[in-house]
C-alpha cells in the first residue's frame, strides 16, 4: 500500500463496525493510512494481515478516537520507520489488548510516539525490540494509560540518538 490510498477513506463514518486488511503485508507510502478510522465511533474490529513494515509517516492517528476497538495484532510487525504509527490508536479507551511480540526496530524520530496515549491497555511486552533509533521512538506511547501495570522491554540493547527515545512513557 503506498502514496494516500486509504488516508481519510473512512474518518468519522459511525456506522463503519468492523474493517479488514487481511492482505496488507507492508505500509509504505507517505500518510497511506493516515486517518483512515479515526473517530469510528462504532469500529469494534480491525484485522491486519501479515504486516512486516511501516514506512515513514504511513499510518498517523490511523484509528484514533476510536472507543470501541478492544485488540489490535501486529504480530508480523518487524520495522516502523519514522513517525510510522504516531498515535496510531490514541484516544482509543477500550483497548486493552495489543500485540506487537515480534517488533524489532523503531528507526527515525517518532516512530511511535503517542501510538497507544489514553487507552486502556493493561500491560505490554516488546520481547524482541532490540533496537530505538534516532529521536523519540516511544515518547508518549503509553502517556495516560491509566490501567497499565505492566510494561517489558526485556530485549531493547540499543538506544540511539535521542536522549527522549522513553521520555514520558
Known amino acids: 500500500l503506498s502514496s494516500t490510498v486509504l488516508q481519510y477513506a473512512f474518518n468519522g463514518v459511525s456506522t463503519l463496525t468492523s474493517a479488514s486488511l487481511n492482505n496488507l503485508t507492508k505500509v509504505s507510502g507517505t500518510r497511506a493510512?493516515?486517518?483512515?478510522f479515526a473517530q469510528c465511533s462504532n469500529l469494534s474490529s480491525l484485522t491486519f494481515g501479515p504486516i512486516t513494515e511501516i514506512g515513514q509517516n504511513a499510518m498517523n492517528a490511523m484509528c484514533y478516537d476510536c472507543p470501541n476497538?478492544?485488540?489490535i495484532n501486529l504480530s508480523s510487525l518487524i520495522s516502523i520507520a519514522g513517525g510510522g504509527m504516531s498515535s496510531a490508536f490514541e484516544g482509543c479507551t477500550n483497548l486493552k489488548t495489543v500485540n506487537l511480540n515480534n517488533l524489532t526496530n523503531l528507526q527515525g524520530y517518532s516512530a511511535m510516539r503517542s501510538t497507544f496515549q489514553g487507552t486502556g491497555i493493561t500491560s505490554i511486552s516488546l520481547p524482541k525490540l532490540s533496537t530505538l533509533g534516532d529521536g523519540n521512538g516511544l515518547q508518549d506511547t503509553?502517556?495516560?494509560c491509566t490501567s497499565l501495570v505492566s510494561a517489558s522491554l526485556d530485549g531493547l540493547v540499543t538506544i540511539s540518538n535521542g536522549s527522549y527515545a522513553l521520555g514520558n512513557t
Open 69 to 71: 476497538l478492544t485488540s
Open 33 to 36: 493510512l493516515n486517518y483512515a
Open 142 to 144: 503509553f502517556k495516560n
